[in-house]
T-cell receptor, first 116, second 114 residues
């Protein structure tokens, strides 16, 4: 079975500061990794995903994440945040059984609050 | 515009009164699923469907039913709602059943069961 731990439930940060949202996972098989963002009163949308290849993945809105297999982590980073980045961010994993159904296991979410 | 739609967006009901939340996608996606989102618990999968007439339980299926008679629609049915089903519900779809595929989410349905 897989599990996802988002280490911070809330992250307050000032505008233009860098931010890192931490995600660790546990799995007995290899996994695909995702970050989704949920803006207030909206559904989730994909920020980025890691399937294979380069461990540094770039996504939309200036976000990037780095897959670290030895530490089973997939932390999300942005060098300079904007007020509009205020949202809840979800890390998710999907087991790599080779073409299995896309069952996503989500972390509990991290609320990023960007202050002026 | 490619999208997943859900109706209603908000619903207040009473215990035991059957309800259906509809979900429809216009992207010809094969895979569809339902999640519930609760504070501090993240999203948990209720049911999923890999194609027409193929459905299976997710992590929290108790008290819910689904059907997939057409590719584009995947309604969620609560036969006898209870207060512990008060939650925010999301429908999602993806093109194929591969684990690599991006899931597209609907806007959510906020359900309150009194």
């Amino acid at each position: 079975a897989q599990s996802v731990t988002q280490l911070d439930s809330q992250v307050p940060v000032f505008e233009e500061a860098p931010v890192e949202l931490r995600c660790n996972y546990s799995s007995s098989v290899s996994v695909y990794l995702f970050w989704y963002v949920q803006y207030p009163n909206q559904g989730l949308q994909l920020l980025l995903k890691y399937l294979s290849g380069s461990t540094l993945v770039k996504g939309i809105n200036g976000f990037e994440a780095e897959f670290n297999k030895s530490q089973t982590s997939f932390h999300l980073r942005k060098p300079s945040v904007h007020i509009s980045d205020t949202a809840e961010y979800f890390c998710a994993v999907s087991p790599n059984y080779g073409g299995s159904q896309g069952n996503l296991i989500f972390g509990k979410g991290t609320k990023l609050s960007v202050k002026p | 515009e490619a999208q997943v739609t859900q109706n209603p967006r908000y619903l207040i009901t009473v215990t035991g009164k059957k309800l259906t939340v509809t979900c429809s996608q216009n992207m010809n996606h094969e895979y569809m699923s339902w999640y519930r989102q609760d504070p501090g618990l993240g999203l948990r999968q209720i049911y999923y469907s890999m194609n027409v007439e193929v459905t299976d339980k997710g992590d929290v299926p108790e008290g819910y039913k689904v059907s997939r008679k057409e590719k584009r629609n995947f309604p969620l049915i609560l036969e006898s709602p209870s207060p512990n089903q008060t939650s925010l519900y999301f429908c999602a779809s993806s093109f194929a059943e591969s684990s690599t595929d991006t899931q597209y989410f609907g806007p959510g349905t906020r359900l309150t069961v009194l």
